[in-house]
């Protein structure tokens, strides 16, 4: 059974650091694309950072660019989204998916990933 598992949200203050890690089982990642995204309250769910199944190619929303990197580590099964310079207007809850044989273009709104995790929750705040 697929399972994605997120952890590395919390409280931080505007300029920080978090390292969100998802942690998937049941399939091997390196198949897979991989996206991060999140739900900021009140507003629809945004793609953040995508991978494509290769590495070859990866995508940053304008937000996010200079201050996010996305990677994995197809070995220990586990997609990363490392944050720095945090702003408030990151706070959300931070989602992991995948989509077999995907590019970075998942990240587009609404696309139909394979397997969700649950979420880890981001706040930014002094």
């Known amino acids: 059974q697929a399972q994605l598992v997120e952890s590395g949200g919390g409280l931080v203050q505007p300029g920080g650091s978090l390292r969100l890690s998802c942690v998937v089982s049941?399939?091997?990642?390196?198949?897979?694309?991989i996206g991060w995204f999140r739900q900021a309250p009140g507003k629809e769910r945004e793609g953040v950072s995508c991978i494509s199944y290769d590495d070859a190619s990866t995508y940053y929303q304008n937000s996010v660019k200079g201050r996010f990197t996305i990677s994995r580590d197809n070995a220990k099964n586990t997609a990363y989204l490392q944050m720095d310079s945090l702003k408030p207007e990151d706070t959300g809850v931070y989602y992991c998916?995948?989509?077999?044989?995907?590019?970075?273009?998942?990240?587009?709104?609404?696309?139909?990933?394979?397997?969700w995790g649950k979420g880890t929750l981001v706040t930014v705040s002094s």
């Open positions: 049941g399939f091997t990642l390196d198949r897979y694309a």
């Open positions: 998916a995948v989509k077999e044989s995907g590019g970075w273009y998942v990240c587009a709104h609404n696309y139909d990933m394979d397997y």
